[in-house]
């Protein structure tokens, strides 16, 4: 599958807009999150790999904010147990069209894959079947923090015994050293990936307001407030970590 570079933020912009995931991004976001976001890879598949672990037989697997359906491929390599579906959900009409899209040449790629839906709609208004594995891959920091709470506790109360939530977010450190460390390393990355001083620019204007990251500590303290009984840390590269909460 080809991807086209990201160019949305290479020319200078009178006045920059907030981020939105229309189909300008759809069409260059996997080059975007690979460029963006260290560690991108490996956490997408090891979180099939995750999923292998704690998925049942006969449940429903749930990608919450697909996008265009990476997380949703790796459960479906990875889980074999008989019975299991993964049900995909993403509030933007432009991520589902193309991740069906994604979703079908891979069913031409592989056999016996796991049974999918894609759903177009607000994971904050859906009512969750009983389900064994949750994704929330670099989803919740892209919702209204007072509606976190509300949302991780649906997903605990829908998570069965033995099941688990996998949680992958950017990170902000309440020691300002640590922060701006960290940061400075993200954009160093950034730079090392070809973006420029003025798309790094830009592109931070139209997610400031869009994208509100938490601390480690604000995210522990949230998960055991929505009722679960361990969060582990399974990986982190420079400021975004990804998290395993048990119910």
């Known amino acids: 599958m080809t991807h086209i570079p990201d160019r949305i933020f290479n020319t200078p912009?009178?006045?920059?807009?907030?981020?939105?995931?229309?189909?300008?991004?759809?069409?260059?976001?996997?080059?975007?999150?690979?460029?963006?976001?260290?560690g991108y890879p490996t956490i997408v598949e090891n979180t099939g790999v995750l999923a292998a672990q704690f998925a049942q037989a006969n449940s429903t697997l749930y990608d919450l904010g697909c996008s265009l359906g990476a997380v949703?491929?790796?459960?479906?390599?990875?889980?074999?147990?008989?019975?299991?579906?993964?049900?995909?959900?993403?509030?933007?009409?432009?991520?589902?069209?193309?991740?069906?899209?994604?979703l079908n040449a891979q069913d031409a790629m592989f056999q016996e894959l796991l049974p999918v839906e894609v759903i177009e709609a607000d994971i904050l208004s859906l009512t969750l079947q009983p389900t064994s594995l949750v994704t929330l891959n670099f989803t919740l920091q892209f919702i209204a923090p007072e509606q976190r709470l509300e949302l991780l506790h649906n997903i605990h109360s829908a998570l069965l015994p033995g099941g688990a939530l996998v949680l992958s977010e950017k990170l902000r450190?309440?020691?300002?050293?640590?922060?701006?460390?960290?940061?400075?390393?993200?954009?160093?990355f950034k730079r090392a990936n070809g973006y420029s001083e003025l798309e790094i620019a830009q592109k931070r204007r139209a997610i400031e307001k869009v994208m509100l990251p938490d601390s480690l500590e604000?995210?522990?303290?949230?998960?055991?407030?929505?009722?679960?009984?361990?969060?582990?840390?399974?990986?982190?590269?420079?400021?975004?970590?990804?998290?395993?909460?048990?119910?």
Request: with cysteine; net charge neutral; hydrophobic share 45%.
């Open 72 to 102: 949703t491929q790796a459960l479906r390599r990875h889980v074999s147990h008989s019975g299991c579906k993964v049900i995909a959900v993403d509030s933007s009409s432009a991520m589902v069209e193309r991740c069906r899209e994604h």
């Open 13 to 38: 912009l009178a006045q920059v807009p907030d981020f939105k995931f229309n189909e300008d991004v759809v069409r260059v976001f996997p080059d975007m999150i690979k460029r963006s976001v260290p």
């Open 218 to 247: 604000q995210h522990r303290e949230r998960l055991y407030s929505a009722g679960f009984s361990k969060v582990v840390v399974w990986f982190q590269c420079f400021n975004f970590a990804s998290l395993i909460a048990i119910p």
């Open 173 to 188: 450190f309440n020691d300002l050293a640590e922060h701006d460390l960290l940061n400075e390393l993200h954009l160093a």
